[in-house]
């Protein structure tokens, strides 16, 4: 019996290269003549639980149980209190013991017990700074799985809430989380995502969110249009959840994964959900407003001044005779670079020295830039108005395929001042209509394909229904 527990022990700790790491710890035990061994990663493993354990096994009279009865009623006598699982499987044990799992091995016992005593290295749950609201729950997804989940099952208290989970990465093994409401979501959309993730064949999920979103979701390079939307709130997530949609929670990432989406579910925001319907209705047609106003201000009036004669009158004051040194067309993609490079610039300088960076990038790289003839005062006002309406955009990849289009647009109209606006404009409609969701569906819809009704209930927010059931879709 002690040759097989020796040779046990040998396959596992040679499995799991023990002695190259540190914080991998084993713990030699010798219990009423029994030796054991106890495996966890130090940092994962709560001591309380381990002395408890321990405790109470010292106190056992083991050997008459390991003599006569199996290593389940082993663990049901005496680690009950406790989550536990048998495994045979080495390669099983590995992976748990590096998920953070405790592992006991009892002499006379072939079978390794697997004792969930984690204790997760997590942050303080926080209101995402990317979403705010001025009323509602200040909680906020964390990188931890397990919290995750909890968050979304305190706001759905509902058997049918459904959580599968899922191990993607032959080196991460990464832990994923289908997360939908049975009997809502649609039967073939949650079979299509399982059969995706089980043909992920990747080493790791190097970016968490983002790398599955590109290999669950996969659409052509050059359309920037996202196909998933992000959220790191709980109860944006939990009222997708309630409309049939799917949730992909990561571990590692703050950030849950809803699918199906289209372009217009990118334009509500929880906000909108936690002020008066009038109130809400109106936010969302201004951010409606501020998408059109974001992509077609710059190319419009870049259009009238390549062609002025074509310019109405009430729009004639916007023309420029610029005394600036650099074509418009430069000025205008300059800027829009330019813009980007703050920002960036912005998340890379520390927060003491913010205040600092936004007189440089704002006052003396501007004011300069027009006294040099470098840039126009109005090329500067209206590029502006175009970064500030962004901010508007709840969503961060939308945002920069508004961008994207917008510079598609400047570019096309400066290779043709005559026709070029209107060839943009038809290759950018023909982009946005031509895309599709995880789905299959429009991307678009209910605008194209037009339903009426369903357009209706993008820009109103209704009152919500005291008598509404959860089930009746």
Not at 319 to 338: C, V, W
Request: aromatic share 12%; proline share 4%.
């Amino acid at each position: 019996m002690k040759k097989e527990f020796q040779k046990q022990i040998q396959q596992l700790e040679e499995a799991l290269r023990l002695r190259q790491s540190f914080d991998l710890v084993v713990k030699p035990l010798c219990v009423q003549g029994i030796n054991m061994r106890l495996y966890f990663v130090d940092g994962f493993a709560k001591d309380e639980i381990l002395e408890k354990m321990l405790e109470f096994l010292m106190k056992a009279e083991l050997r008459e149980c390991i003599e006569k009865e199996s290593v389940s009623s082993f663990c049901a006598r005496y680690i009950s209190y406790l989550e536990t699982e048998i495994s045979r499987d080495i390669k099983q044990q590995v992976n748990a013991v590096l998920s953070g799992t405790v592992l006991l091995l009892v002499e006379g016992y072939t079978e390794g017990i697997l004792i969930d005593a984690r204790t997760y290295p997590t942050r303080s749950m926080e209101e995402p700074e990317d979403d705010r609201v001025l009323r509602g729950s200040r909680d906020g997804f964390v990188e931890t799985l397990i919290f995750n989940t909890a968050l979304i099952r305190r706001r759905i208290r509902d058997p049918h809430l459904t959580m599968e989970y899922h191990s993607i990465g032959s080196m991460s093994k990464s832990d994923i989380v289908i997360c939908y409401m049975e009997g809502l979501a649609e039967t073939s959309l949650v079979d299509y995502i399982r059969t995706r993730l089980q043909q992920i064949h990747v080493e790791a999920l190097t970016m968490a969110h983002e790398s599955l979103a590109e290999a669950l979701v996969p659409h052509k390079w050059l359309n920037p249009f996202p196909k998933v939307r992000y959220t790191e709130r709980p109860d944006t997530a939990a009222s997708n959840i309630l409309e049939g949609k799917i949730l992909l929670l990561i571990d590692n990432s703050p950030s849950a994964l809803i699918l199906p989406t289209s372009f217009f579910d990118f334009i509500q925001e929880a906000q909108d959900y936690y002020l008066p319907p009038i109130t809400g209705t109106y936010l969302r047609m201004i951010r409606i407003a501020v998408f059109f106003v974001t992509l077609l201000v710059t190319p419009i009036w870049y259009y009238f001044n390549c062609n002025p004669q074509l310019c109405p009158d009430w729009f004639a004051f916007t023309l420029i005779d610029s005394k600036a040194h650099i074509p418009l067309i430069a000025q205008l993609l300059l800027l829009e670079f330019g813009i980007d490079a703050l920002k960036m610039a912005s998340l890379n300088t520390p927060s003491s020295l913010n205040s600092t960076f936004s007189i440089v990038g704002a006052l003396i790289l501007g004011e300069f830039a027009i006294n040099a003839g470098w840039l126009s005062e109005e090329i500067i006002l209206y590029m502006a108005f175009v970064a500030l309406a962004d901010f508007t955009q709840p969503s961060f990849e939308l945002g920069y395929a508004i961008k994207f289009m917008r510079v598609m647009l400047l570019i096309f109209t400066a290779l043709m001042p005559r026709v070029g606006f209107y060839v943009g404009l038809a290759c950018m409609l023909f982009v946005m209509l031509s895309n599709k969701t995880v789905t299959k569906t429009s991307y678009f819809y209910p605008l194209f394909p037009f339903q009426a009704k369903a357009f209706k209930r993008i820009f109103i927010r209704k009152k919500l229904g005291s008598k509404a059931s959860m089930h009746s879709k």
